[in-house]
């Protein structure tokens, strides 16, 4: 149902979380059931640097409970080369690897670009005409992830518009990157990068602030407090929204997951 928000962490194994979030005696095979009982998404990220295989992705959704959803780290083979139109190839062989097969849990596909990748309108058009809008019958949603500030231009929202599939840019709270805020599709996504080594990551009052913006997100709004480039406001309807602890404090992220989850 539109309107819905997940939130989670990026991965599921992480030596830190074990004997903290996780307990000492639990076998790493139920790792990831266990943070499902407690998270609502989870953002892949071991599919970046290697593929995988349908069984595997079919296990892991099967290792999860209804409504539950995974977003895909696409291949940094794809990602990672100097002119992005020319994966056409790449793009092809990165969902032959399976990720329909965890039906609905499956949520967005995350393209994550090279800190340094400077913004070209028109290599970035014709990427987006790369991304299928859907494949074995399911709808794609894709998220982009661009880090350099020169994708802070107005033209990359329009582009991302435009597009003939589902696609948002992630919203980044990363001082090292700039945050763009603007709503292009039927989703928000946002990567949260700022845990400190605290009980919850985010302080009390950072969480209240965030899950006000997730809110606002989700019923349709844009937040009036973070930055957007296209000066317009998009029709008001209701959005699913997902959004990610990643990085920073990475062993408090698990408890940001779960204050935040408490607030919504």
């Not at 099967?62 to 696409?74: C, H, I, L, R, Y």
């Not at 393209?111 to 290599?123: E, G, I, S, V």
């Not at 845990?195 to 209240?208: H, K, N, P, Q, V």
């Not at 406001?233 to 989850?261: E, H, L, W, Y």
């Amino acid at each position: 149902m539109a309107g819905s928000i997940r939130v989670g962490v990026g991965g599921w194994t992480f030596e830190e979380w074990r004997g903290g979030f996780y307990p000492k005696d639990l076998p790493k095979t139920k790792e990831l059931a266990y943070m499902a009982e407690r998270l609502t998404a989870i953002e892949i990220n071991g599919t970046f640097y290697r593929g995988q295989t349908p069984a595997i992705f079919k296990k892991w959704a099967g290792d999860t409970p209804e409504g539950f959803q995974f977003s895909v780290k696409a291949s940094r083979f794809t990602t990672s080369r100097r002119v992005l139109a020319e994966g056409a190839e790449s793009v092809g062989k990165f969902f032959d690897t399976g990720p329909t097969e965890m039906g609905d849990r499956l949520g967005p596909i995350l393209w994550q670009l090279p800190a340094t990748k400077k913004f070209d309108r028109d290599d970035i058009a014709n990427f987006l005409k790369l991304l299928p809008a859907e494949r074995d019958g399911r709808r794609l949603r894709h998220v982009i992830e661009a880090g350099h500030e020169s994708f802070a231009d107005p033209a990359f929202v329009t582009l991302l518009r435009e597009a003939s599939a589902d696609v948002a840019q992630v919203v980044l709270d990363d001082p090292d990157h700039p945050t763009i805020a603007d709503v292009t599709a039927d989703f928000v996504y946002l990567r949260l990068q700022r845990s400190r080594d605290i009980e919850t990551g985010y302080s009390a009052d950072d969480l209240d602030a965030w899950a006000k913006r997730l809110k606002t997100y989700a019923d349709g709004g844009v937040p009036d407090d973070l930055p957007t480039l296209s000066g317009d406001t998009p029709k008001k309807q209701k959005r699913d929204v997902f959004a990610f602890f990643i990085s920073g404090a990475k062993a408090r992220n698990p408890a940001a997951a779960m204050a935040m989850i408490e607030r919504l």
